[in-house]
């Protein structure tokens, strides 16, 4: 979580959030990738 704080500071201090939501688009596919993950393998 501590990279999230980083990311959103230097996006606030840029004024500009675009690293910010590539950032937040980047968790959101590594945690979709996860439960997909997950899901594939109880699937039988």
């Not at 606030?12 to 439960?35: H, P, Q, Y």
């Amino acid at each position: 979580m501590e990279e999230y704080y980083k990311v959103l500071q230097r996006a606030d201090n840029a004024g500009d959030s675009t690293e910010f939501v590539e950032f937040m688009l980047g968790m959101i596919r590594n945690a979709l990738k996860e439960i997909s993950e997950t899901h594939n393998k109880t699937k039988v």
